[in-house]
């Protein structure tokens, strides 16, 4: 690493401890990904070995190592050496392995093309229908066993951590009713969505209604000109009229 890459490093790291106290938020950040990258490079990283790699204080790689750990996508496991002291070696979880993971966007569109292409519409929704519940099977797996309102706003924060940019909000815009919202601001699915736009939403729509444990409602569409897309509850609908 030359003089200029340790400082750069230096620098993004020391900058980003400060937000790490300050901040408190589960975005990840330009340096957490050097980390993610080297581990998935050189599983099994101690802390010492991480200092002759990014050539940065102890401080701020055990920061960096912490956060990352509480995020779950990377887990440290002790190891004895000799009659020594034991150390932690760092490995990715499967959620890190994930988040570095290749994408297979080519392989999705087209799978999902050739989902499209089907003739028989019923066995297409069927098909669409057992993808989307599979799909929001997993979500909720990781979602707390809890109120409809709650696993929105895990959900929503769910989908942040997967850098889907969504918020969620006990009242929908443009309502005087307590609606609870999951506001998306963008497409989860975005090589879908080129193929077969409004699918994409349907799936999205179907997904959510699984994960969530209750049947939602696409209330507000990007496709219709608004600048996100919106879901809530469809009781919550009924009840508005």
């Not at 809890?146 to 942040?160: G, P, Y």
């Not at 815009?173 to 409004?198: E, K, Q, W």
Request: a neutral charge.
């Amino acid at each position: 690493m030359t003089i200029t890459q340790k400082e750069a490093v230096e620098d993004t790291i020391a900058a980003d401890s400060v937000s790490v106290q300050t901040s408190g938020g589960d975005a990840l950040r330009p340096v957490d990904q050097v980390v993610l990258d080297l581990l998935r490079r050189r599983p099994g990283l101690t802390v010492t070995e991480f200092l002759e790699l990014l050539e940065v204080t102890q401080t701020a790689v055990r920061i960096r190592l912490d956060r990352l750990e509480s995020l779950q996508l990377i887990e440290r496991k002790k190891v004895s050496v000799g009659r020594g002291r034991p150390v932690y070696q760092y490995h990715l979880t499967d959620a890190g392995w994930r988040h570095v993971g290749v994408t297979y966007a080519d392989l999705a569109s087209a799978i999902w093309s050739e989902i499209e292409s089907i003739p028989n519409e019923e066995f297409r929704k069927q098909l669409l229908g057992g993808i989307a519940k599979r799909m929001g099977q997993a979500y909720a797996l990781l979602l707390p066993v809890s109120s409809t309102s709650d696993r929105m706003d895990a959900m929503a924060k769910l989908l942040t951590q997967r850098k889907i940019p969504a918020q969620f909000n006990n009242r929908s815009s443009g309502s005087a009713m307590h609606l609870p919202v999951i506001t998306v601001h963008a497409c989860p699915f975005p090589d879908l969505a080129a193929v077969n736009r409004r699918s994409a939403c349907e799936l999205e729509q179907a997904v959510f209604s699984e994960a969530v444990g209750a049947p939602m409602e696409l209330s507000c569409c990007r496709l219709d000109g608004h600048d996100s897309c919106q879901f809530r509850p469809a009781t919550a609908a009924l009840v508005a009229n």
